[in-house]
């Protein structure tokens, strides 16, 4: 059981991963780990690497997602990309700095699945990014196409991996998490993509 730690609302949470999202998550039991936790957050020194498959074709094979997010103005229950929230002096308003690495797994007919590290962690920051590069997430019915996807129950997000130093002994610690079988099922549904597709996939 967790002891209170950072306010008995959150337990211990240091980040969080979003309510459909499945994998790996560090909690801190007292308030020492809390606080060292979340200062490698804020460092950006915590490797957080995530699986997903999107739809479409992935032109790049490797890249990196520069852009801020704040509230949508036209939905403020979602994200967005807020290019329009930067100053001229270069600081944002209404909206925080977000950056998302990603490189190519493997291609399917109309999906590519990525492996995403994210150096930033700002809600839903993977499925916003991706969804304004023309990519969203399979299955999310919130940044994505609305009509869902028949064999595929949830969005194909995955935290797939942690690596932090423990906040007492310094130890660098790395975990993983295995994809769980909706994500596989999901996969071996899909047709190896050729090479001759012009990356367009229609929602």
Do not use: W
């Amino acid at each position: 059981m967790f002891t209170a730690c950072n306010g008995i609302e959150r337990q211990g949470i240091v980040h969080r991963i979003d309510k459909d999202t499945s994998g790996l998550l560090v909690c801190a039991k007292d308030d020492e780990s809390y606080r060292g936790l979340s200062r490698q957050i804020q460092a950006h020194s915590v490797d957080r690497f995530y699986e997903t498959v999107v739809y479409g074709n992935v032109k790049e094979e490797e890249g990196c997602i520069d852009l801020p997010i704040g509230r949508s103005p036209k939905d403020r229950q979602k994200m967005a990309v807020r290019t329009d929230c930067r100053l001229p002096d270069g600081s944002l308003a209404g909206a925080k700095e977000a950056i998302t690495h990603f490189e190519v797994l493997r291609r399917y007919d109309g999906f590519t699945h990525l492996r995403c590290r994210l150096e930033t962690g700002r809600t839903h920051q993977i499925r916003v990014h991706l969804a304004y590069l023309g990519h969203p997430v399979a299955g999310d019915e919130v940044y994505g196409p609305k009509r869902p996807i028949k064999r595929l129950e949830g969005q194909c997000l995955h935290a797939r991996a942690l690596g932090f130093d423990h906040p007492i002994t310094g130890e660098r610690l790395y975990f993983e998490s295995p994809l769980p079988d909706y994500f596989t099922a999901f996969l071996k549904t899909l047709k190896p993509k050729e090479e001759d597709d012009d990356g367009q996939t229609e929602f």
